[in-house]
């Protein structure tokens, strides 16, 4: 008998223990991407290998990501995950989860972890860092980088016959935003967008002096600043923490980083954003709930932010992974003193809407059709007018 009944939970307990594989092996998460600019797939496996938890890839382009969330938020049928830039938190639509402070990790930096805050709460969980502009010159014939752009207009010069000496994108209003940030004033306060008329028109009579000064050509966009740094044929660029790693490689020695000038006493202040984990239609709160959760700890763990760098080439938010980063790479440690200046892309959909009156006003401006205070007005203007138009939308 006690043979029988010994065999008999032994029996139920290879039962149990193949019913909880079963459903291990079953359980699931769909997480969006874009596919463009990082390749998460190892992390994704080394996940599912640990946990047994699979994960169905929703990758769309970059500039379809967006129109694509907000469409499957109107037919109800979103994914569990997204991985998306912090700016994307404010899209009140996708119903993201409030992050419990103990789902977010103590050695998360401050900054990151500051940055997917939107209203009073954590809307998302940092998985990347950076997406700030900086300073690469040429050491061929640049020594040592400037401070100020005092100092950067004296090198020219210097320059062998023929060199440019600097590019950026002039009408990419992410780097335009740079120089407005430099006076202390937000595009967004309290959720309003509001753009202080001084320091916009301060921003676009120093941003006009800078280009008249430096020669800048103006017409020369993104992938035209990247092939005349590459060539050669100009000496120094400001461009985003992303190329950092190609341009080492490309460069090797040639290459310097700095943080961007300082406009006499102002210090530039480019905006940053991580890429983010987040969880639509108010995610946490469903069955999937403890499926999240050890899908955010995993993304958070030592484990992945210690290969970040060599797997996406782009900065881990955990502060003890970035202080080894930085131990035996100057340049690196450049990158990471980058983020010191910056400030954090505001959470909030009427960025969208500053960033098209912003262009609006710099084009018209550039042409001669508005002096720089008509301009700023106008931003605010066309900032205002989306903003209405986008609520009454909505609302019917």
Same mark, same amino acid.
């Given at each position: 008998m006690f043979n029988v009944l010994k065999k008999s939970i032994t029996l139920l307990a290879l039962v149990i223990s193949v019913v909880s594989n079963a459903f291990a092996n079953s359980a699931s998460l769909s997480v969006a991407v874009g596919i463009e600019n990082y390749d998460f797939k190892p992390f994704f496996n080394e996940f599912t290998h640990k946990t047994g938890i699979q994960i169905e890839v929703m990758a769309f382009e970059n500039n379809e990501l967006k129109s694509q969330l907000l469409q499957k938020a109107n037919s109800a049928s979103l994914p569990d995950v997204v991985i998306v830039p912090s700016d994307y938190l404010g899209l009140e639509q996708l119903q993201f989860s409030t992050i419990p402070d103990n789902w977010l990790n103590q050695a998360l930096n401050p900054k990151a972890r500051e940055s997917t805050k939107h209203g009073s709460g954590y809307k998302g969980i940092p998985f990347i860092f950076g997406n700030h502009l900086l300073l690469y010159y040429n050491k061929k014939w640049i020594k040592e980088p400037p401070r100020t752009w005092t100092e950067l207009f004296n090198l020219a010069p210097k320059l062998p016959l023929g060199k440019e000496l600097i590019a950026w994108n002039y009408f990419e209003m992410y780097w335009f935003a740079a120089f407005y940030n430099s006076f202390d004033e937000p595009l967004i306060r309290a959720g309003y967008a509001?753009?202080?008329?001084?320091? $916009?028109?301060?921003?676009?009579? $120093?941003?006009?002096?800078?280009?008249? &000064?430096?020669? /800048? +050509?103006?017409?020369?966009?993104?992938?035209?600043? %990247?092939?005349?740094?590459?060539?050669?044929? %100009?000496?120094?660029?400001?461009?985003?923490?992303?190329?950092?790693?190609? *341009?080492? @490689? &490309?460069? =090797?020695?040639?290459?310097?980083?700095?943080?961007?000038?300082? !406009?006499?006493? #102002?210090?530039? #202040?480019?905006? !940053?954003?991580?890429?983010?984990?987040?969880?639509?239609?108010?995610?946490?709160?469903?069955? &999937?709930?403890?499926? /999240?959760?050890?899908?955010?700890?995993?993304?958070?763990?030592?484990? %992945?932010?210690?290969?970040?760098?060599?797997?996406?080439?782009?900065?881990?938010? #955990?502060?003890?992974?970035? +202080?080894?980063?930085?131990?035996?790479?100057?340049?690196?440690?450049?990158?990471? @003193? =980058?983020?010191?200046?910056?400030?954090?892309?505001?959470? @909030?959909?009427?960025?969208? !809407?500053? *960033?098209?009156? $912003?262009?609006?006003?710099?084009?018209? !401006?550039?042409?001669?059709?508005m002096n720089a205070a008509q301009a700023a007005d106008y931003m605010q203007y066309v900032t205002n007018k989306s903003i209405n138009h986008a609520k009454q939308k909505h609302s019917n």
């Open positions: 509001t753009i202080d008329p001084e320091a $916009m028109i301060s921003s676009l009579l $120093m941003y006009d002096e800078l280009k008249q &000064k430096s020669h /800048l +050509d103006i017409e020369c966009n993104y992938s035209c600043m %990247v092939e005349k740094f590459e060539s050669g044929n %100009v000496a120094m660029v400001i461009n985003g923490s992303w190329i950092f790693n190609k *341009w080492m @490689d &490309k460069m =090797g020695e040639d290459i310097g980083v700095a943080n961007l000038p300082a !406009y006499h006493t #102002r210090p530039m #202040r480019s905006f !940053y954003s991580p890429h983010v984990i987040a969880f639509p239609n108010e995610g946490i709160e469903g069955k &999937k709930k403890a499926l /999240l959760k050890a899908f955010s700890q995993f993304i958070q763990s030592s484990q %992945v932010q210690n290969q970040v760098w060599a797997r996406l080439h782009t900065l881990p938010v #955990r502060q003890d992974t970035l +202080d080894k980063l930085s131990h035996n790479d100057s340049n690196l440690q450049l990158l990471i @003193d =980058g983020l010191e200046n910056t400030v954090a892309l505001p959470n @909030d959909t009427a960025m969208a !809407y500053v *960033w098209e009156a $912003m262009l609006k006003g710099i084009t018209r !401006y550039e042409a001669g059709i």
